[in-house]
């Protein structure tokens, strides 16, 4: 039986997920499906950012070219990510204030028609694999997501960008890279990032288009096109979530983002993220993002 209904219906009836992992998690360009910042000329310098930065007189730069170089980074076919979460947190629920840690993998394939296909698998600790689920971003901007839940033997399907009740948190417009597509960007400024020049831009939500957040601000790198900071703003102009990059590490000759924090203000919800180890474009088999395969990891 399959069974279409809300996450936010999902975490009110398992309220256990509201109390461990559905905690935080910013809009973010990169986060968890963009990983890999793409490949970088050479070298195996290590990139570490504090996100502190000095201002300079804003540029009359473009923006389009800067936006573009920074979305061709993310250039394989397909990754695995092995992931640790590391959960900080005053929130609203007093069992998820102590700091927690999670492991996990995602999985993300982009296929030959467009779409872009996610499965993220909870490894450690056991009792979180029901949280496994696969989003898929299709080539009209759409997304959906998909949990299985085994006490009922069914699907919990959702196209609800607005939603926070996908992982750690997320929205499913952040779990599919951002899409940037959404939003008009300009240059407002060029800023120092930790020694490394950078160009501060800014991102409207476009007219008609749904989103949780209708301005975001980027700090991008001139080295190597990589975002180093961004911060989301909510429909009334409040700073929601703020990620930071601190480690860029090259493996298998992509400029890969190994260490990060998101801070979701929302919520008081901090998390440290690490990549244990990653893989790109191996030819993961099509098998892996499907509702039977779910439903085996799941269940296991």
Sequence with gaps: MIKTESWYAMKSRRRRWAHSLSVVVPVVFFLLSS????RKPGGTATVENNANSSHTPTSSV??????????ALDDVTDSTIKLVASINGNGEHAEAAQPKQVHFTMYRKRQPDGRLSMLVEFTAPSEERDRDGLITEF???????????QSTDSYIVTRDTLSEDALFGLTLQELANGQPEKYD???????????????????????????KFTRLVMLISKQDNTAKKAEFYDKQNQLARILIVNKTEQIAGHSTRTKWTIDNRARQRKIDF???????????????????????????
């Design 62 to 71: 473009d923006a389009g070219p800067i936006i573009q170089r920074y979305r």
């Design 35 to 38: 990983v890999a910042c793409g």
């Design 185 to 211: 960007f300009t240059v407002t400024g060029e800023e120092t990032a930790e020694g490394e020049p950078v160009y501060k831009l800014e991102g409207k939500l476009k007219s008609g288009v749904d989103s």
């Design 274 to 300: 690490s990549v244990v180890e990653a893989a790109y474009d191996r030819g993961i088999n099509d098998s892996l993002f499907t509702r039977e395969h779910l439903k085996k990891i799941a269940s296991r």
């Design 139 to 149: 080539p009209d901007g759409q997304i959906e997501g998909i949990r299985y839940v």
